[in-house]
């Protein structure tokens, strides 16, 4: 029950985020932006982790916990809101993220020998198609003969920067507390937002109210809430059937789209929710069942 209650709140909170980078990308820069973000929750998580008197990492596990934040909330986050910023649709931009599981479930068969049966690869194959239906929309109307191949490759490379990110949370990462570790990997995620805003960014931030609003549900809601959540989720699920969840992001923010900027959802899209839902539900029925796998 615990993990049901965690994977619908993780669901709901995630897909917030493509409706705050659409409120606060017009009023600040998208690096500063994630930089302020990311150095908020860090201090959050931090103070909280001092309350609770938790270890903190040393040595190399402080290193795999950088690492880990920096690909997951760094690489992920800054590179992906910068090759929307340059050209790269938003429903492409999702689309490609909805490859993300895909790469966890062939990565964790590569590297950790973890072997999925038939049915997880057929949801995971249903969930995808449904959440092309859903953005497909989108996609028409803003096209894709326009994108860049820097920017494409940026794209390619956020999901792969979030798998790997995805990845590394397992193993000995696993035993730390949620608290230390939310803190560590945001203040990686910092690092890489500070960096980019430095290298490649702008200093843009005219104070509108839904700026601050939108900062504070990032911090408390998508930072602190929904990272912690996941990294949770793939400690105590896997980290594939954690991912398949993402798939349940783009049709959910389409829904919210719908309902706060009145965007059009087509049959075709509602079809694709369908699709993309039922898919989630075969492939995590599966893995519950081959959680425990034997290696290759």
């Not at 809601?221 to 783009?250: E, I, N, Y």
Request: positive net charge.
């Amino acid at each position: 029950m615990l993990a049901l209650a965690a994977s619908i709140l993780f669901v709901l909170i995630w897909s917030t985020g493509f409706i705050v980078a659409r409120a606060v990308v017009p009023h600040a820069a998208p690096e500063m932006f994630l930089a302020v973000r990311l150095t908020l929750t860090t201090g959050l998580l931090g103070v909280g982790a001092l309350y609770a008197r938790q270890a903190w990492p040393r040595g190399r596990q402080l290193r795999l916990h950088l690492a880990a934040g920096a690909m997951l909330h760094g690489v992920y986050l800054t590179v992906s809101w910068w090759a929307v910023q340059h050209g790269m649709p938003a429903g492409v931009m999702a689309l490609l993220g909805s490859l993300q599981p895909l790469m966890v479930a062939v990565a964790s068969f590569a590297l950790l020998g973890e072997r999925l049966g038939g049915r997880a690869w057929a949801g995971l194959a249903i969930a995808i198609v449904g959440v092309g239906c859903v953005l497909m929309p989108a996609i028409e109307r803003t096209g894709i003969g326009g994108i860049g191949i820097v920017t494409a490759l940026a794209g390619i490379a956020s999901i792969i920067g979030m798998t790997v990110g995805t990845m590394i949370q397992r193993g000995s990462l696993s035993g730390d507390a949620i608290l230390v570790s939310g803190a560590v990997q945001n203040a990686g995620g910092a690092m890489v937002a500070v960096l980019a805003t430095l290298l490649i960014g702008e200093i843009r931030w005219d104070g509108a109210p839904i700026l601050f609003v939108g900062l504070g549900w990032s911090v408390l809601g998508l930072s602190a809430g929904g990272l912690s959540l996941l990294v949770w989720l793939v400690r105590h699920q896997g980290a594939t059937r954690m991912s398949m969840l993402l798939l349940l992001v783009p049709p959910l923010a389409a829904i919210e789209a719908w309902l706060l900027f009145g965007e059009r959802l087509g049959p075709v899209q509602l079809i694709g929710f369908a699709l993309a839902l039922g898919g989630v539900l075969l492939g995590r029925a599966q893995g519950k069942r081959e959680e425990v796998v034997e290696p290759a």
